[in-house]
């Protein structure tokens, strides 16, 4: 019974990932034709152009939710694990996009440096206000989810730093219209790159450390180990993997040494026990041995 309620947890916070990124795609979708009917009929490159940028965040979200869709597909013969995954490489995907924006808003930032662009007026900084309102409600939309998941947190990422980028575009706009500080828009621009490319590097690490099957940072092998040979019968515990399989399920494999192989039905109880209860891990394959592998190597 626990393992249906547990499923059923996580299937209700696909659900709530499902819909916050719909109204999020809906909401940049809006203010994005809202944006390039009003780029037309001004003759404003600056509406268009941040058109295109908040289409961009839709972008991101439309991955982020054919991951979240294709994620939730059981397991088959193809994929005997599940698509899980679909959810990892769907955040691989927007955090590489990420750093790109933040690397292309670095060499953006020095380019103005050298030749600074005109600010148009105030319509600018007043469309660039209501591009803020927008990304802090798909941010805050994606926010509580975020916690929970790689793809979510990709995506609450992307729209928090276009809630930066509105930001700065208010501000350094407002000091060059009324001081004439050009200046402002490199520095602030630097600023907004270097968070970007902090997150998105940062989140890439662990989200490769996933795809590589890394084990789990919270989980020390050697304690693992050490626990699992504390089972009364059990003598030896080598050739142990321990992987993360997706963000919520970790898998293990090892070879098992018994004083006694007459005892391994309940001494493999006790181990599975222990993994499930003790480490949190749900899918473990343990190999049983009266003697070391060490004697046959080729077979271990």
């Not at 944006?35 to 982020?64: R, V």
């Not at 996009?97 to 380019?111: D, P, R, S, W």
């Not at 699992?228 to 080598?238: A, P, R």
């Amino acid at each position: 019974m626990a393992g249906c309620a547990h499923h059923h947890h996580h299937g209700d916070i696909d659900t709530g990932s499902e819909k916050s990124l719909i109204r999020a795609i809906i909401a940049n979708m809006v203010l994005t034709l809202a944006q390039l009917i009003g780029g037309f009929l001004s003759g404003s490159l600056a509406l268009i152009a941040d058109a295109l940028h908040n289409f961009s965040d839709a972008a991101a979200l439309w991955i982020a939710l054919i991951a979240l869709k294709i994620g939730k597909k059981p397991a088959d013969e193809a994929k005997s694990f599940g698509y899980k995954r679909a959810e990892t490489i769907g955040a691989l995907i927007n955090l590489t996009t990420l750093v790109i924006l933040g690397l292309f808003l670095v060499y953006e930032a020095i380019k103005r440096f050298y030749a600074p662009e005109p600010i148009v007026g105030w319509a600018v900084i007043g469309v660039a206000g209501i591009a803020l309102i927008v990304d802090i409600y798909t941010a805050f939309l994606t926010y509580r989810h975020s916690k929970t998941s790689m793809n979510m947190k990709a995506a609450f990422i992307h729209n928090l730093t276009d809630a930066l980028a509105s930001v700065g575009v208010i501000i350094s706009g407002t000091l060059i219209l009324l001081y004439g500080w050009v200046w402002t828009d490199t520095v602030i621009t630097l600023v907004i790159a270097a968070y970007i490319l902090w997150h998105g590097l940062d989140q890439m690490r662990d989200v490769i450390h996933l795809l590589m099957e890394g084990s789990p940072a919270h989980l020390d092998r050697k304690d693992v180990i050490g626990e699992m040979e504390k089972i009364q019968g059990v003598e030896n515990v080598h050739h142990v993997h321990i992987w993360q399989v997706d963000e919520n399920k970790i898998a293990l494999e090892a070879h098992v040494v018994l004083q006694d192989i007459s005892q391994m039905d309940s001494i493999k109880i006790a181990l599975k026990r222990l993994l499930h209860d003790t480490y949190g891990i749900s899918h473990s394959t343990l190999e049983f041995e009266n003697k070391p592998c060490g004697d046959a190597p080729d077979i271990c």
